[in-house]
Structures are given as C-alpha cells and as structure tokens.
C-alpha cells in the first residue's frame, strides 16, 4: 500500500455469523490506515459508548437537517424506528487524508452507496457454505432455533447479490480472509483509473 | 493464490527498459503456477533456442494454415518479415490446468489480445518517470544516442494508452513491484465475475 494518494472506499457486507467484524478487525489492526467509518443514530447512547467512536448521536431533527443537507452516502429510516446513516464528511475527511475506509453494511445499504460513490469497492464476505454458516450461527449458543432460521433464510437472499458486488471473499480462514483483503487493497490502488494524475504526470509535465 | 480453478491470462505491456522481464521473473520464481506464454515464429531457431521452451518455430505454411485455424489470439505479420503469433492452444491448457499465463507484449498486440480474451488481466509496467527510463537505457551502455531517442518517444506513445489497461505497476523496486503483482493475480482470483460457479453453488445447489 505505498503511494499516498486518496484513499479507498471499502464496502463490507455479509451474512449475520460470517465473521465480517473479526476480519475488518485483524485488517485494521494490521495496518492503522484503515479506518472503520462511524455510523449517525437517532438512538441514544448505551452505557460505554462514545461520541465519534460508537455512533454519532443526533437528535431526530438534527439526523432530518443532515438529511436535507445531503450528508449523507445512505440513510435508513424504518417508520417508527431510529434513523441510521453514513455520514459522507467522515468518509471524505479520512480518504483525503490518504486513509481507506471500511464501511460494514447490509446489502440494500451497500447498493445505495456504489450509487452515491461509485468508486467504492464492493467486498462481499461469504462463508465457504451456507451449511457452515448454519454451523457457526448454533456454535454460538446464544440464537433461538427460530433466530436462527430467520438468519439462514436471510443469509441465503444476501448470497444471490453477490453478483452485484466486485470481489467476494471466503472466510474460510480467518488470517487468509485478511491477505486477500489486503490484495484487493493493494490491486484497487494500482488500478489505472485511479491513477490518472500520475500517469498525466508521466505522459505529459516532464520534460524528456 | 488458493482455491484451484481456471488460471489467469495476464497480459503484460510496458516501454523498453522498464524492466518487464525482471518483474516477470522474479513473479515467476516465486511461483511455479505461473507460466510464460511461448510465442509462435517463422524466423529460424537461434543456437541454443528450443522448441515450445523460447518459440514454436514454424514454417511459413504451418503459419498461415494456423491462421485460418483461427489457432492464434493475436499475430502479427509486417510485409516481408517474419510472422509471430501467440498460439491459443499453449495459453488454453495452461489455464485449464489453473496455472496461470504471462503474456508479455507490446500495446498493440495487448489490444487485440484483450479483444479475443476479454477476461485478460491487463497490467502495465510503467517507469517512475521518462527520465528515469531515459538513465536506464544510457545505463545499459549498449544503446546509441539514436535508438535511445527513438526509444524514449516510443515509451512517451506507449504511456499514453495506459488508461486501456486495468493496472499500472510502477517498477521502482523490483520487490514492490513483484508484491503488486502477486496483490493483483489474488485480487483477480477473488472477483465475483471469475467465480460464478462457486456462488451459484452457495445459492442453489445446497440443502441448507
């Protein structure tokens, strides 16, 4: 990951159980880089959470002026419920800094943000089958048979979006999960369309 | 590099001097699924030249009747010279073997390459600057002012299809360069459009 240039958006969804958190977390601790974008709530705070590190906590009005500023790559809003969205200045502030930024999301979130930022990086973490999803959703101990064929079915609709996601990735084992993480990284930052200043610069402000 | 499937077509361009071949070899020392595409050619073997190893040597005959075979992703043929041609058949196999291909050749020649194999992997080697290419071609001691001129403005007219490829590795230092490499064949491995087969595994042919 070596010229400092603007950074990545990564877009990280998969299935409840698959293991999204305990890979964007290794990749985080590996390289301080990355960072992982915070979320806005009209919800209140619980007891432990911080200000900019958990949430940003806004009041209902002041999450519908955001909204009406445009500030937002995505909202969701659920008639009755608390408001949730990615605020873009976050995002924006740490990728003009040079770093990337995780954005863990469902799938209907994810859709919205390609549209908003189209060269956002879609990552979709799969398990190697839905049989071991299952497996892991009952290793934990704490779902309902109920909760967990709710997540399976779930689960199932999620997968049949992979298509419209750019990398997938099996987290099969965890530390391999996280190398190709870090190749799509890598590889997304040589891309050509990224680099149309250098290659400007190599093309035409020199002199031979 | 893990999951066993149908290998990678990489085509490789860059301006004489940048050190392709280098980058490509260390790439392929590291690791043995890599294979580099032999060429076919009507011009005579040179001592110590081997068949299938450095070229397909081929009557002129043989060439044109593989021609109408269709049996070349590209070839190429300037009036009164000899013929070259990248056999299909050579890169087929290997692919289906899973091992994957390198492909190095000039912008042209990539182009047409691109266009019978639209899942080629297209990665430019391109220099930190020209005037760093310029100081490695004086470096070398055997090129004369002349074809040092001609092949800088050369370079200067590659550099400036850059955008058609997907990827641009900088070769500064050969490690990095390498790194990259290997970022991008992973990263390719793990695109969802090389892995229909898998998801659709993941999303119909299952119990759950």
């Known amino acids: 990951m070596a010229r400092k240039k603007r950074g990545l958006l990564i877009v990280v969804s998969g299935p409840a159980g698959v293991g999204k958190g305990t890979v964007d977390a290794a990749l985080m601790a590996k390289h301080p880089e990355i960072k992982m974008s915070v979320s806005a709530t009209t919800r ?12 940003f906590f806004r009041t209902k009005e002041e999450f519908d002026r ?3 500023e445009n500030a937002f790559l995505e909202y969701m809003h659920v008639f009755g419920m608390n408001y949730y969205g ?24 994810a859709l919205k943000v390609k549209e ?17 999803l299952k ?22 609709e999620e997968l049949k979006q992979l298509p419209k996601y750019d990398y997938m990735v099996v987290n099969d084992v965890v530390d391999e999960a996280v190398a190709e993480m870090e190749s799509i990284l890598c590889a997304e930052l040589v891309r050509t369309s990224r680099n149309t200043e250098l290659i400007t610069k190599l093309t035409g402000g020199e002199t031979i």
Do not use: W
């Not at 605020?87 to 979130?109: M, T, W």
């Not at 908003?116 to 071991?132: E, G, T």
């Open 44 to 55: 209140a705070p619980r007891p432990g959470e911080v200000e900019g590190v958990h949430y």
């Open 66 to 68: 955001m909204i009406e």
């Open 86 to 109: 990615t605020p873009k200045a976050f995002v924006e502030s740490e990728r003009d800094k040079g770093n990337h930024v995780i954005l863990e999301i469902d799938v209907q979130g």
């Open 116 to 132: 908003a930022c189209p060269d956002a990086v879609m990552v979709f973490i799969a398990p190697p089958s839905l049989k071991i």
């Open 135 to 156: 497996d892991r959703l009952v290793g934990r101990g704490t779902e309902t048979q109920e909760s967990i064929d709710v997540r399976t079915a779930a689960a199932l």
